[in-house]
């Protein structure tokens, strides 16, 4: 247990440092007290992952102490170390390590550099606590904290009003989620008075409860699941959040928060396999939401922004992956969309870094030739995202079409459109950015030039990661065993939803991924053809029309939502202020207070300080209390 504590006390301690002494130190040193922290965590991690691998390690479920105790349960603040947990270890403190090595050179000019450390320290250090709490509240406090940071992280550059805007709209979004999520662990305590994961597990195996009650509760849980991690209708903060420095935006996008949803459903799969309508309904948010981000992201022409879109069509297909009962191919992709995500991320940072703050890919062009570490190690996450043989994306990809497939057809098609749309729209970005001729400014093209050290290094670990991370679970066609199911297995077990059959044949598998990347190939050569040989660039918005027009302003959700919901609050708020405040609350306790003011001055009239009328005072006393034991009682 001492292991598993410094493996999450360690940010806390980076944090610490750099948040009170890290004004004091020099930079280099705040960013490998930073950095270091974390790498420790990540070795830690690492030793828990080998002896799970050759069976040395034994499950970890320890309670540090009793917090909350009342007659009908106690709630502890426990952790939790298994195959599950460790995985997204792995995945937290290893991508989470790049990210900070690679900040220590992307913010080095920046005023508050200690501050952003301990900003990315803390944020680790609630992942962790999210990712290995025994039960739902301690989970609940690393969900509430990973908001937080998101908060503080991404209004960083705080004297950019829009940016604050941004990150306000983050919170708040996630709060409306997150009622959910409170509300669904009302219910478990309610009814099966306890949160703890392996107590309710037990609960839940014979369990007598209504179907309607657990119905409820996953989906109050899931409504949590939507906010964090971006599905519709909770989904426009995640775009915002670009507004962030971009190892933010790769820390939030790739390893953090928004997967957060897709743990908390995997960790809670003994539930949800009760409630077959529940992931009935998460497997059609999922795909909606793959298609929906999908067709946005055809018209971006922001570098972050077209990322962003794609991590919520990505995020899309691991909920419906968990809708279908393949909580382990979720998993999966999860695992490789941290790798090529992260390292797409991280790419657009190192163009935006050679352009000063340029972000529109209609004024790059040529970078390739300026940037070849960055080109190439963006190229390989595009063809990993996009699934093409043999990158880590076409195996957890597939893998989670096959298993559409063998659910509903109609799912299957639907996310293959989406899967389609996102190898057309990422090569539309691979093409615009690093081929042709440059765009931008002669300043610009003057100080075109690679990135430094710090900044490729991690580039090429995670394109390494990005093309060979599909190796952790080889389908059954091409291995004898998928090595990431089998590892969850003890986890996960056989979780099936009710009345679900398990496999389709070899054949149907082959036919399906040829399909799938041959059609993804199509979608890449429809970009080349389209951005390379006809040498087009995306249209201004005064030259769009109808549908284009449409997809280019994102559906006008936002615009949407801030008539029916942002105009009517702020609109009805003074009303509320003057006189459900002002009058009725504040009038409250107003007047309260001066009722006990005007109480007070007249019984301070009884310390007149004469002894006489203190003796009567006593006299009176004394006979009233004999007379009510006597006469009244």
């Known amino acids: 247990m001492s292991y598993l504590l410094i493996i999450i006390l360690l940010p806390l301690l980076g944090f610490l440092i750099n948040g009170f002494a890290g004004k004091k130190l020099p930079k280099i040193v705040s960013g490998i007290i930073g950095s270091g922290t974390i790498l420790v965590s990540f070795i830690l991690s690492t030793v828990f992952l080998i002896g799970f691998v050759n069976g040395t390690q034994q499950k970890i479920d320890v309670n540090v102490y009793d917090w909350i105790v009342l007659p009908d349960f106690t709630i502890t603040f426990g952790l939790l170390l298994d195959q599950l947990s460790v995985t997204w270890l792995m995945v937290v403190t290893g991508i989470g390590f ?130 964090k991690s971006a599905q519709l209708p909770l989904y426009t903060w995640l775009p915002d959040a670009m507004a962030g420095p971009t190892p933010v935006s790769a820390l939030i996008h790739a390893a953090t928060m928004v997967t957060a949803g897709i743990y908390m459903i995997v960790r809670a799969n003994f539930i949800y396999v009760l409630a077959p309508e529940t992931l009935q309904f998460i497997a059609f948010i999922g795909v909606a939401t793959a298609l929906f981000a999908a067709t946005i992201g055809l018209m971006q022409n922001d570098i972050k922004k077209v990322l962003a879109y794609s991590t919520i069509s990505q995020l899309g297909l691991m909920f419906m992956a ?38 529109d890919i209609r004024k790059m062009g040529g970078l390739k030739k300026f940037m070849p570490i960055t080109f190439w190690t963006f190229l390989i996450s595009s063809l990993a995202i996009s699934g093409i043989f043999p990158f880590s994306g076409f195996f957890s990809k597939d893998e989670i079409l096959a298993a559409a497939f063998e659910h509903n057809k109609v799912l299957w098609g ?203 005072a006593m006299v009176i006393s004394i006979v009233a209390m004999f007379a009510y034991v006597f006469f009244i009682r």
């Open 98 to 227: 790049l990210i900070h090595v690679y900040s220590i050179s992307y913010m080095h000019d920046d005023d508050k550099f200690h501050v952003f450390f301990s900003y990315l320290n803390l944020f680790i250090f609630f992942m962790l606590l999210l990712v290995l709490g025994n039960n739902f509240l301690v989970t609940f406090i690393g969900w509430e904290g990973v908001g937080l940071c998101s908060y503080l992280l991404i209004g960083f550059w705080f004297k950019n009003q829009d940016y604050n805007n941004a990150a306000k709209k983050a919170f708040v979004m996630n709060r409306i989620g997150d009622l959910g999520f409170l509300l669904g662990m009302f219910l478990l305590l309610y009814n099966f008075h306890s949160l703890h994961f392996g107590t309710l597990q037990v609960a839940f195996a014979s369990t007598t409860a209504s179907h309607t009650l657990i119905v409820a509760i996953t989906l109050l849980l899931f409504v949590g699941a939507m906010g």
């Open 414 to 616: 639907v996310a293959s459109l989406a899967s389609l749309m996102t190898a057309f729209y990422m090569f539309r970005l691979v093409f615009l950015t690093f081929t042709g001729e440059f765009r931008g400014t002669e300043e610009q093209k003057h100080h075109l030039h690679e990135s430094p050290a710090l900044i490729t290094f991690p580039l090429v670990v995670l394109a390494l990661l990005a093309a060979f991370g599909g190796l952790l679970g080889l389908p059954e066609v091409f291995a004898s065993r998928h090595f990431l199911k089998d590892f969850l297995s003890p986890v996960l077990g056989g979780a099936k939803p009710i009345g679900e059959e398990a496999g389709i044949s070899h054949s149907t598998e082959l036919a399906l991924m040829a399909g799938a990347f041959a059609g993804a190939l199509l979608s890449i050569g429809y970009a080349y053809v389209k951005y390379v040989s006809g040498k087009a660039l995306p249209a201004n918005e005064g030259e769009l029309k109808g549908l284009s027009r449409l997809v280019y302003n994102k559906y006008w959700v936002d615009e949407i939502y801030n008539l029916l919901v942002v105009r009517p609050v702020m609109f009805s708020s003074p009303v509320f202020h003057d006189i459900i405040d002002r009058t009725f609350i504040d009038g409250a306790v107003n007047r309260s207070g001066k009722l006990s003011l005007a109480f007070g001055t007249q019984i301070r009239k009884l310390q007149s300080g004469y002894i006489g009328f203190y003796l009567l």
């Open 322 to 359: 968990l809708g279908v009962g393949a909580f382990s191919s979720g998993v999966f992709h999860v695992v490789t969309h941290a790798f090529f995500k992260a390292c797409l991320f991280l790419g657009s940072g190192s163009v935006i870094h050679a352009l000063h703050g340029g972000q």
